[in-house]
T-cell receptor, first 112, second 110 residues
Framework: DVKVTQSSRYLVKRTGEKVFLECVQD?????MFWYRQDPGLGLRLIYF???????EKGDIPEGYSVSREKKERFSLILESASTNQTSMYLC???????????FGPGTRLTVT | GQNIDQPTEMTATEGAIVQINCTYQ??????LFWYQQHAGEAPTFLSY????GLEEKGRFSSFLSRSKGYSYLLLKELQMKDSASYLC???????????FGKGTMLLVSP
């Protein structure tokens, strides 16, 4: 079974803090993704990576950056957290040979 | 651009059949996915259609018509645990990522 894990299920941070969200997958997948999910807006892609050290902006990259130093790990960074970044953050991974994406359990981030 | 439409909410009764529709307009097409997402949890894979027709998997079936840009997810013998959000997602040609609809919240009542 593919396993995608995220470092925290719930996180509370203060405005202006630097926040790191970690995602690890154990299936040697080339592609990894970060989404945020908000009521009424659905899943929106923030960034994705198709290889180590490679990254592409998604639909809403502003206020975020990412890091992929190892194939199994993809980090999402909020340089200076703001209240409008309060959301559910979902990581996903996908093999380069298939189209199915596997999701992690999500991190519910609250910025106060 | 990519556009995916599905109803926001649906209600149904335990034991009944429900059909959740999805229409899409994308630049090219490499397949359509349905995911199930329970409240507070991650989406989980339900089905994948790349050719026209019906794919059946137990109580769940998914249909695709590429010429009409249309898909539906059919849930039979509804159970309370089927109450969840159902996400339609399309893989456009030339893209590396899925495009998701906003999801249909299904509420199953006794």
């Amino acid at each position: 079974d593919v396993k995608v894990t995220q470092s925290s299920r719930y996180l509370v941070k203060r405005t202006g803090e630097k926040v790191f969200l970690e995602c690890v997958q154990d299936m040697d997948h080339e592609n990894m993704f970060w989404y945020r999910q908000d009521p009424g807006l659905g899943l929106r892609l923030i960034y994705f990576s198709y290889d180590v050290k490679m990254k592409e902006k998604g639909d809403i990259p502003e206020g975020y950056s990412v890091s992929r130093e190892k194939k199994e790990r993809f980090s999402l960074i909020l340089e200076s957290a703001s209240t409008n970044q309060t959301s559910m953050y979902l990581c996903a991974s996908r093999s380069g040979a298939t189209y199915e994406q596997y999701f992690g359990p999500g991190t519910r981030l609250t910025v106060t | 651009g990519q556009n995916i439409d599905q109803p926001t909410e649906m209600t149904a009764t335990e034991g009944a059949i429900v059909q959740i529709n999805c229409t899409y307009q994308t630049s090219g097409f490499n397949g359509l996915f349905w995911y199930q997402q329970h409240a507070g949890e991650a989406p989980t894979f339900l089905s994948y259609n790349v050719l026209d027709g019906l794919e059946e998997k137990g109580r769940f079936s998914s249909f695709l018509s590429r010429s009409k840009g249309y898909s539906y997810l059919l849930l039979k013998e509804l159970q309370m645990k089927d109450s969840a959000s159902y996400l339609c997602a399309v893989f456009p040609s030339g893209y590396s990522t899925l495009t998701f609809g906003k999801g249909t919240m299904l509420l199953v009542s006794p």
